[in-house]
């Protein structure tokens, strides 16, 4: 090995030896260029926090130079040298370097003025090939998916726009972790975040990414075309070939994920765009919004809604007697004449999601029936005034107009108890990195969506003159899909964290709790109107317990308005039972009226009354009442 090492070295250096004639860039050109933006992001390179410099890319291929994950000068002069090398293959296709690397070739070439004999590239052609002339390309955010806690973010990949294709038969470019189809899930969370996968890159028809999203999954899909010339386009994809025919990542859910490698190879096209700075993690829709801080970047958005809410839009708009009608065609009785056009338009839409939900396998008696269908609305010709009834499609999901991830709230309550202590109040500093509640402002996210991790709340309490720690916010995530015609997906919770109990009288002790609920939710008046219920049960414990832990079943009822695009109200009760004691209370039972109001996109103010009720302890019931602003910011 070291013989090999000392003559692949000998060989680089007879290499640059042999271009200097036709290489007029000094030793401190190369240096220049090496600490270029164009280089530095074309590999990936990046400072830690520590001060340590290397690539991001983890396979060792990627690099021509011994140290070219740490050393941009190095690579760059090893880089000149392989371009050199007519002899040279590299790569999972063995190629030449200008063809296994062609975006790096460019730069080279087009930058640093590198003259060597050009080899032609076939493979690369027939790669290129597969976009019919890509024009432009755009981001795509795909809306989180409720019925899954890992897509609650949601996600984004890439769409090449192609001159020579119908739009959804376009390429779509994805970036995931490769996963075992029966991974065990707690091995998936470790891996996840401990960078245990490749993150590899793949291209795919967008009609199929369309299947998967807007029908299969009922995601909203957010396009956004970027202002990228037809040859940057190309560029980026000539870096994607490299990237995935030399090298791999390793996959990372907070950072190094679908949405940082999206915008790294972005940068590394456009170094002049600012795309992947970010604090601690990165969210799919968290990244969207990067495309927006330079002006100009991105230059048209497009919304394709789930196939789901193309359905109720148009039941929506059918009259009492059209909604009989659609009910009796999906109940498989035969159309009539006398058929209402848009009654037949929604059941042809309907059984379309039907389909798509039973993977393709309608029964014969559906299939018949929506043949039917199709066949009595041809007869009808062209209808143009039904399109005039339809109400445009609410498209909450778009990221970028979202409030921003990190919040930092301050609070005032006032506290009440029926005996004598405890009749203060607290000022309350809270700290969550991300993400929403149920009360936040639902433009930019799933409506009926909650998701924190992680958060802090310090308190000073005046009664007992201290400022401690008072809440830990772990993983906390609800999920509440309205139960309609299309849908029967439950509604779900899980909390964790830890908390200060207010139910046995002691403002000091901190409770470790786990919550996790099951039930349903269903719409009252319209999609703004919610109503739920969910069967709990929750463990907690604390070493001051009788038995260090108590544990119980409990109840969560609830409604939720958002009447106006500024307001939202909560009006909820939940029930513990404390199970297997004889100290405490029995149960215990909460009763909470929220208000939210938003004053701007990232400012909210929030007021709640809590009433809290230990059974059987009359002294200890107690009232909260709070006055809460919150700051959002990333």
């Known amino acids: 090995m070291g013989y090999l090492k000392s003559m692949k070295l000998l060989f680089v250096f007879f290499i640059l030896v042999s271009v200097s004639s036709t290489f007029a860039q000094t030793e401190a050109d190369l240096q220049k260029w090496s600490q270029s933006e164009e280089w530095i992001k074309l590999l990936h390179y990046k400072t830690s926090e520590y001060g340590t410099f290397r690539s991001l890319v983890d396979g060792p291929e990627f690099f021509f130079a011994e140290d070219g994950k740490y050393n941009a000068f190095s690579e760059l002069k090893a880089s000149l040298a392989a371009m050199s090398n007519s002899d040279l293959k590299v790569g999972k296709y063995k190629l030449h370097p200008q063809c296994a690397f062609p975006a790096r ?84 969370i470790y891996f996840g975040i401990t960078g245990g996968y490749l993150g590899l890159w793949s291209t795919e028809s967008y009609h199929n990414k369309i299947k998967e999203y807007v029908q299969g999954e009922n995601r909203d899909l957010w396009e956004y075309e970027l202002n990228l010339t037809a040859d940057e386009t190309r560029r980026f994809l000539y870096h994607l070939w490299e990237l995935e025919t030399n090298s791999y990542f390793y996959y990372y859910f907070f950072d190094e994920n679908c949405s940082y490698q999206i915008l790294a190879a972005l940068e590394a096209i456009k170094p002049e765009w600012n795309l992947t700075d970010y604090t601690v993690y990165v969210i799919p829709g968290e990244s969207i919004k990067n495309l927006f801080k330079t002006p100009g970047i991105v230059k048209n958005v497009h919304f394709r809604p789930s196939i789901q809410k193309q359905v109720l839009q148009k039941y929506k708009a059918l009259n009492e007697t059209e909604r009989s009608e659609f009910f009796d065609l999906i109940d498989l009785k035969s159309p009539s004449k006398e058929s209402s056009p848009l009654a037949l338009e929604t059941a042809m839409l309907y059984f379309d999601f039907l389909n798509i939900k039973q993977k393709g396998e309608l029964s014969a008696e559906e299939r018949k029936q929506n043949l039917a269908i199709l066949s009595q609305r041809a007869s ?131 409770h470790v709790f786990l919550k996790l609920g099951i039930g349903g939710s269903f719409n009252l008046l319209n999609e703004f109107y919610l109503a739920y219920a969910l069967a709990t049960i929750r463990g907690e414990a604390y070493d001051q317990l009788s038995r260090g832990y108590r544990y119980g079943p409990g109840l969560d009822v609830g409604i939720l308005v958002n009447p106006t695009e500024k307001t939202k109200y909560r009006l909820a009760f939940e029930q513990f039972w404390d199970v297997d004691q004889n100290i405490r209370s029995e149960s215990v039972q909460y009763y909470v009226l929220q208000n939210s109001y938003f004053l701007s996109r990232n400012h909210e103010l929030r007021s709640t009354l809590n009433w809290i009720y230990p059974k059987g302890t009359p002294d200890l019931r107690q009232l909260d009442a709070k006055i809460e602003f919150t700051y959002f910011f990333n």
């Open 105 to 188: 070739y460019w730069f080279l070439k087009n930058k640093v003025g590198l003259k060597v004999t050009e080899q032609k590239c076939p493979k690369v052609d027939e790669f290129l090939d597969v976009f019919k002339d890509p024009q432009t390309l755009s981001v795509v955010f795909s809306s989180a998916y409720p019925n899954n806690p890992a897509s609650m973010f949601g996600h984004s990949f890439i769409k090449i726009n192609s001159k020579k294709r119908a739009d959804i038969t376009d390429i779509g470019i994805n970036f995931a972790a490769k996963v075992a189809d029966d991974e065990n899930p707690f091995a998936f």
């Open 380 to 510: 009808l010709g062209q209808l143009p005034q039904l399109a005039s009834r339809l109400e445009p499609i609410i498209a909450e999901t778009r990221p970028d107009l979202g409030h921003d991830s990190y919040s930092l709230s301050v609070s005032q309550t006032f506290r009440s108890r029926e005996d004598s202590y405890g009749n203060g109040g607290t000022t309350n500093i809270k700290f969550k990195t991300a993400y929403h509640d149920l009360m936040n402002n639902d433009i930019g996210f799933k409506r009926y969506s909650h998701i924190d991790f992680p958060g802090f709340e310090f308190q000073y309490d005046y009664d007992l003159e201290k400022f401690r720690l008072d809440n830990i916010i772990g993983l906390n995530i609800t999920s509440l899909p309205p139960i309609n015609f299309l849908s029967k997906a439950p509604s779900w919770k899980i909390e964790s964290g830890m908390y200060t109990p207010r139910d046995y009288g002691c403002l000091t002790c901190r």
